[in-house]
């Protein structure tokens, strides 16, 4: 298992505050009350395995297929529906909803190879990410990729807990399928923007794996 980059300085932090409080606990509250310095050691241990478990990337068999969309997150699928895109398409298009909690691999990763048209971080709330304004209304960053099968606009949602969005793309920039293009910090959700007709692979609360799963197929 590998580390996230994004979480080396949180980790770090994170294993510097778990020494010190339990140095300084086990010093001078364990010999009156060592129920509380165990109690203190177990829940920060707790957070420290936690942060650690959040930032990894495990290693997995990746699915490379030009003519497949791959979902680009892990998580649950909450929302499948036909819906007016306002930001960028200015049309109808399919709209697939992951939903990624604390739990989850947090690595976003392209769902095809093509050229980025467009990349874009708005600012915005932080509704709940399963509260259907959540895609138009909270802090995210939209990014379009264009390729000889069409083009599909995915979205990185803050939600209630994320506070950071991280995306490494830019516009000219030729993608990879599978390829990490972004990591969301502490649970959220992936919105992926399909042309109408598109064949989609996956269902409503079905459970998915990022650079794994197929999303939907080109015809």
Avoid at 7 to 12: A, E, M, S, V
Avoid at 106 to 124: A, D, F, L, T
Wanted: net charge positive; hydrophobic share 45%; glycine share 6%.
């Amino acid at each position: 298992m590998i580390i996230h980059r994004e979480g080396y300085r949180t980790i770090g932090i994170a294993a510097l505050v778990f020494g010190v409080v339990n140095l300084v606990s086990f010093a001078f509250i364990s010999s009156q009350l060592y129920w509380l310095s165990v109690s203190i050691f177990l829940i920060s241990l707790f957070i420290l395995l936690f942060l650690i478990s959040f930032f990894r990337i495990p290693e997995r068999r990746l699915t490379k297929d030009d003519h497949k969309i791959i979902c680009p997150a892990d998580g649950k699928v909450v929302v499948i529906e036909e819906m007016i895109d306002e930001e960028y398409f200015k049309d109808k298009r399919i709209q697939v909803s992951i939903f990624m909690s604390p739990a989850n691999v947090h690595v976003n990763r392209n769902p095809m190879s093509g050229e980025v048209i467009y990349s874009q971080y708005q600012k915005g709330k932080y509704l709940v990410a399963w509260h259907p304004k959540s895609s138009t209304e909270n802090e995210r960053w939209s990014v379009a990729v264009k390729n000889n099968f069409g083009t599909v606009l995915y979205k990185q949602i803050a939600g209630a807990m994320a506070k950071r969005i991280c995306n490494y793309t830019h516009v000219g920039q030729h993608v990879k399928q599978n390829h990490e293009f972004g990591f969301i910090k502490f649970g959220s959700r992936v919105d992926v923007l399909l042309p109408v007709g598109t064949k989609i692979d996956v269902k409503l609360n079905q459970k998915v794996k990022g650079g794994v799963t197929v999303l939907a197929h080109w015809d």
